[in-house]
């Protein structure tokens, strides 16, 4: 069955370095989207893109964040500065089409000491 | 007030006991989603509803529109079943992303 991966799966860095969170969604897939979820707290949305362009962002998703998809299969999510409030984990998810079932990716756990 | 309340926050079930886990939200939505969190992390999508009623081997999610409310129902449970059931909605006003409610943790013992 195809899958969503990740990588790393694990990521420790200092704060003010940056970090590039990669994923590869499933092939056919058109939408993709990051979410994370800070330790013992619900997933939160940051982004979705489609076509090569973001569609939707929320409010964490600030300067500090950037998203590419650099060729045809990744899609990354870059942090340029981290902060200590940046540890969590990140999950990327794909879907065929918008307001259909998202498929996870099985996280990046980031640790920003 | 969260837009997506999910109860109980914590429910501990013996093997093979009906459990049910509700979820209500406050916003338009067009769909809800039944997703399971296991413990290493991973979140594995279980349902996606917009009407009525879907089942799933021995998974049941049912969400009512009029009363913007959602259960999901396990049946003959199992200690497989532990994990975190989190419930997510695709708001009318806001694309696809998801808003996620704070999730459910199920603990069944054998």
Known sequence: EPEVTQTPSHQVTQMGQEVILRCVPIS????FYWYRQILGQKVEFLVSFYNNEISEKSEIFDDQFSVERPDGSN?????RSTKLEDSAMYFCASSEAPRVGQYFGPGTRLLVL | KNEVEQSPQNLTAQEGEFITINCSYSVGISALHWLQQHPGGGIVSL???????????????TINIQEKHSSLHITASHPRDSAVYICAVSQVTSGSRL?????TQLTVNP
């Not at chain 1, 056919?28 to 939408?31: A, E, K, P, V």
């Not at chain 2, 009407?51 to 799933?56: E, L, P, T």
């Not at chain 2, 808003?99 to 999730?103: A, L, R």
């Open chain 1, 28 to 31: 056919n897939h058109l939408y």
């Open chain 2, 47 to 61: 349902f996606m509803l917009s009407s009525g009623k879907k089942k799933h081997g021995r998974l049941i999610a």
């Open chain 1, 75 to 79: 899609f990354t999510l870059k942090i």
């Open chain 2, 99 to 103: 808003t996620f409610g704070e999730g």
